[in-house]
């Protein structure tokens, strides 16, 4: 026998009534206690001053007819327990509609048993503690997201702060470490140790953008920019930037064997496709003393294209695999561990992922390891032209006349850096500490470009551009930010910017974007002919 069930009854018809309360004392397996109200009125007022298990509702009161009935008992400002809509007329769009409505049951009084009420009654008040059940934990994950969501708002904020930190004086070490390197007047053993600077700050910038890149992911906010490149050309340029690394292990051969079916083009985002081959290769010839690392690329089926890296290192074991695409762990010795943050393969198997694909690896301990991955070739690099790739070895200058370029930032040592860049290739220059400086400069300066830093304080970047677009003048502005935001860059393009580029500022991106918006030929060292 289950426990004691509370029951209302609402119900006009006497007779019904006393059926009713018959019935529910010949159960057999419940106990119940019955509450009859002749009215809706009066059903209402007993659920506000009494707790009830279950609802009996009868769908013709007077006054009222039907699911308009239940609609109005609905609209009271009462909580309604298990409800169970009983009706003289068997018809079943009115019985789908009312469970539909928020019934538990539809019951034709002419067909009602002793056991079937019963029944309807103990199944009605399950059914309706599991929606409950459903609801509670409904609104328990609806103030989890909305915590999380909170959480996360609050994480990119930090991480685009952090951003901002970091980078903004990595622009200073790494761009001065970009003239330094120009100057022809430093002695080899200077040369080295610029080349040092140099290569320690790229290092961190790339632990710095390897943990805001796993923020994004997570945060389900990172976009692949897919565009066609030459690839027989990319290629290369991996296997000769890798080969400086791999000159340092005299017994390491590292090599490129490329199928003679390789497309001429592909379209990918070019960045993080480097980006992961870079990791698997720079894996491969860390852990690898002797023998060969080897980058393999050909079809791997009509209309797919295998990337693969296989080393002869020293390999892993299975609780080494295990472990291996987990962030921030690492399955080296403790004498490799300083070489990263152990977020290199976590990061490539999520861009993998992104470009529809997997990372697979094959690894035994003592006989090497084998990456590999497919990507889906995409017929519009068919069509599609690759962008063009300067060589300009040392550039010194551009030809024709002379231009002026204003610089736009609130950190001096960010103004300085510009300014010593630019003025080593011929511009002529002026600068601004800030927004408003600039906009009062602009008419006197004339320039021919502005170089505007983004984020400024009183008037920031995006201010100054609307204001600037607002003059209707039409100067090339390129905006330059030390947050690695798409945000930033698509608040500051659709503000009126040209183009954009991000902290630490590299020398041939800005005279690349430079080029383009002033047509520029640029002179280089070797022959001093002009190259657009």
């Known amino acids: 026998m289950n426990g004691l069930r509370r029951v209302l009854l609402i119900e006009d018809s006497a007779g019904d009534a006393r059926l009713i309360r018959h019935m529910l004392s010949q159960s057999r397996t419940d106990e119940f206690t019955l509450t009859w109200c002749e009215s809706l009125d009066a059903g209402v007022q007993s659920l506000a001053e009494q707790h009830f298990d279950v609802l009996l509702l009868d769908l013709g009161l007077p006054g009222t007819w039907g699911l308009d009935t239940m609609r109005q008992l609905l609209a009271q400002p009462v909580k309604v327990p298990a409800l169970v809509v009983m009706s003289g007329l068997t018809d079943e769009a009115v019985a789908l509609e009312a469970i539909q409505s928020g019934a538990q049951d539809y019951l034709v009084k002419g067909e009602v048993t002793a056991d079937l009420l019963s029944r309807a009654i103990r199944y009605a008040i399950g059914r309706r503690q599991a929606e409950e059940l459903v609801q509670a934990h409904t609104a328990e994950l609806v103030v989890a997201r909305d915590r999380a969501e909170v959480a996360n708002r609050a994480k990119s904020a930090f991480l685009a702060a952090m951003s901002h930190d970091l980078r903004t004086p990595l622009n200073g070490v790494l761009g001065f470490a970009q003239l330094l390197q120009r100057d022809k007047n430093l002695t080899q053993r200077q040369q080295a140790g610029v080349n040092a600077i140099r290569q320690s700050g790229e290092h961190l910038l790339t632990l710095i953008n390897d943990i805001l890149d796993l923020a994004k992911i997570e945060a389900g906010k990172f976009e692949l920019c897919p565009a066609v490149f030459d690839l027989p050309r990319y290629l290369d340029g991996l296997v000769e930037l890798m080969g400086v690394r791999a000159r340092q292990k005299p017994a390491l051969q590292l090599g490129a064997d490329l199928s003679a079916g390789l497309p001429a083009t592909l379209r990918a985002d070019e960045k993080r496709l480097r980006q992961v081959l870079l990791n698997l290769l720079d894996n491969a010839v860390k852990f690898t003393e002797r023998g060969a690392v080897t980058l393999r690329v050909g079809p791997s089926g009509p209309h797919a294209l295998r990337f693969e890296v296989q080393d002869t290192g020293s390999g892993m074991d299975t609780a080494q695999l295990s472990r291996l695409f987990q962030p921030f762990e690492q399955v080296g010795g403790l004498e490799d561990r300083n070489r990263g943050t152990g977020l290199g393969l976590a990061i490539s198997r999520q861009f993998v992922r992104l470009m529809g694909s997997e990372i697979h690896v094959q690894s035994a301990k003592g006989e090497g390891t084998r990456f590999w991955f497919d990507l889906v070739l995409d017929a519009a690099a068919d069509e599609g032209t690759p962008a063009p790739e300067s060589d300009r070895g040392s550039v010194t200058g551009y030809a024709g006349p002379r231009r002026k370029i204003m610089v736009v930032d609130d950190v001096a040592t960010n103004r300085a850096l510009l300014l010593d860049m630019l003025d080593s290739l011929g511009f002529e220059l002026c600068e601004a ?73 590299n020398l041939q991106a800005l005279m690349d974007q430079m080029g383009a918006l002033l047509n520029l030929a640029w002179i280089q060292e070797a022959n001093a002919a002009p190259s657009a």
């Open 433 to 505: 500490g800030g927004g408003a400086e600039a906009l009062l400069q602009l008419d006197s300066s004339m320039p021919d470009l502005i170089l505007l830093d983004i984020l400024m304080p009183h008037v920031g970047g995006l201010e100054t551009l609307e204001r600037l677009r607002g003059r209707r003048t039409q100067v090339p502005v390129i905006a330059i930010s030390a947050s690695a935001s798409i945000d930033d860059k698509e608040r500051s393009l659709s503000a009126g910017a040209n183009a954009f580029l991000t902290k630490p500022i």
